[in-house]
């Protein structure tokens, strides 16, 4: 599509509004989180979604008919004082462009994560670290801000801590016009972060629930025939990308205590390893040196995944320590029909689904996990237990679907832009 006329709104009357974000075909849950709202903003607004210069041919192809530009045509032709900005930004590699917009183009921050670790670490690599932190340690006169030293004096966290965790996200949210987050957690943890500062119309929105859909028994066959998946066999598995703290380890070793009992349990990894972060594969060679031990995948589609997701009979979903908001992946596998286990830490205590069961993390992690694997291959039931933890599950999400949840994206989106136009007009800008 082309390039829109300059101006506050279109010819249909709605307001332009540019999003930056992680696009699809991008292996990215972010791209996959904007995909779920896409007919709805475009609906409602119109929509440019600016992507990272590297992506946006594949992404123009991908999302035939929405106006995908790269970085140099978004500043060509910028926002107008009208216009409104979303950024779709979480904890990963794929949002370190934005850290050249935030600044610069004030907007609403849809934040996926209320701790920006690896973003920071990925900015250090890139160069951007030292023009953020010159600039944020300026506005400070140099010196450490005061909430974070004790009263002696003495630094109460590391620099690259206190930077991460606080002066980054507030230099992302104290340009902004609105935050929005998922969670209790996320709130409580960003306003913490923040602190003495207010973080700007905090605003709580849960994460969307979209249930895998129900595989023909074709494809399901040929998803699990590579595997050695039988009809007869217990499937546990773990789903979305295999980072460090996924508590792989626990899982390996509830799993090996197990299989000795339960030798039609088997265990597969969903999804991409990272060997760098965590040598899953060299694990579990040395576990099982015969080589008859649990699979790895590799990186799956959403398609691909639920197929899996719908065989499965327990999920581990587990993150220590957790800093940022629950994967999108816990309510996709709740409602898939398989018994879940999560962490009873950070925003993942709060999803309330009745498929799900938690483990406290810290030393006890892996043998509370093998307790409780023990418990729910004990009470196994088969297809009809399946089919009552999904229709229970779907139950309880009823009110938490994309459709459900968008007005509320919406308001928010509004109530920002409002406050754009009030800060413009006090700024003696024009509307």
């Known amino acids: 599509m082309g390039r829109r006329a300059a101006g506050g709104v279109s010819g249909l009357g709605l307001r332009r509004l540019f999003v930056f974000s992680p696009l699809p075909p991008q292996p990215n849950g972010l791209a996959d989180y904007l995909l779920a709202y896409l007919p709805a903003l475009a609906a409602d607004f119109d929509l440019t979604l600016v992507a990272e210069m590297d992506h946006v041919a594949a992404a123009q192809a991908a999302l035939p008919g929405h106006h995908v530009i790269d970085e140099m045509a978004f500043l060509a032709q910028p926002p107008q004082a009208s216009d409104q900005v ?24 849809l934040l996926h994560d209320p701790a920006l670790l690896y973003l920071h670490q990925v900015a250090d690599r890139r160069n951007w670290t030292e023009r953020l ?16 030293l004790s009263r002696d004096g003495r630094l109460t966290a ?42 700007p119309l905090l605003t709580q929105v849960p994460h969307f629930v979209q249930p895998p859909a129900q595989p023909t028994p074709a494809a399901l066959h ?56 965590y040598d899953l594969a060299a694990r579990i060679a040395a576990l099982w040196p015969a080589g008859d031990g649990p ?28 800093y940022g908001e629950s994967s999108g ?66 139950l309880s999400a009823r009110t938490l679907t994309p459709a459900a949840l968008y007005p509320r994206l919406r308001v ?15 700024l003696g800008t024009p509307p």
């Not at 930077?163 to 306003?191: I, K, W």
């Not at 990186?299 to 320590?321: T, W």
């Not at 309510?331 to 830490?345: F, L, N």
Request: hydrophobic share 50%; net charge negative.
């Open 295 to 322: 699979q790895i995948t590799g990186y799956l589609d959403a398609d691909a995944l639920d197929l899996l997701l719908a065989r499965a009979d327990i999920c581990c979903v587990l993150r220590h320590p957790t």
């Open 86 to 109: 979303l950024y779709n930004l979480g904890n990963n590699t794929d949002c370190a462009y934005m850290l050249d917009y935030t600044a610069r183009f004030a907007g609403a921050l």
């Open 329 to 394: 992946l816990l309510p996709r596998a709740a409602t898939s029909g398989a018994a879940v286990v999560t962490v009873d830490a950070g925003a993942y205590a709060e999803l309330d689904l009745p498929s799900l069961y938690r483990i406290p993390v810290g030393p006890l992690a892996a043998t509370a996990l093998a307790e409780t694997l023990a418990t729910l291959l004990a009470e196994a039931g088969g297809t009809e237990a399946r089919q009552a933890r999904r229709t229970a599950a779907l």
């Open 222 to 277: 040929a998803a699990l025939a590579p595997l050695g998946i039988a009809p007869t066999d217990l499937l546990l598995l773990v789903p979305g990308f295999l980072s460090g703290n996924k508590m792989l380890y626990e899982v390996l070793v509830a799993h090996h205590a197990l299989v000795a009992t339960h030798p039609q349990l088997k265990l597969v990894f969903a999804g991409q390893a990272r060997p760098e972060e």
């Open 158 to 199: 590391s620099p690259g801590l206190l930077y991460q965790e606080c002066l980054l996200l507030r230099d992302l949210t104290r340009v902004m016009h609105g935050v929005l987050v998922h969670s209790h957690y996320a709130a409580r943890r960003l306003a913490g972060a923040l602190y003495p500062h207010p973080v």
């Open 133 to 148: 932190m010159g600039s944020r340690l300026a506005a400070e006169g140099h010196t450490v801000p005061a909430p974070f």
């Open 412 to 426: 928010w989106l509004d109530d920002c832009h409002a406050a754009q136009q009030r800060a413009a007009q006090a």
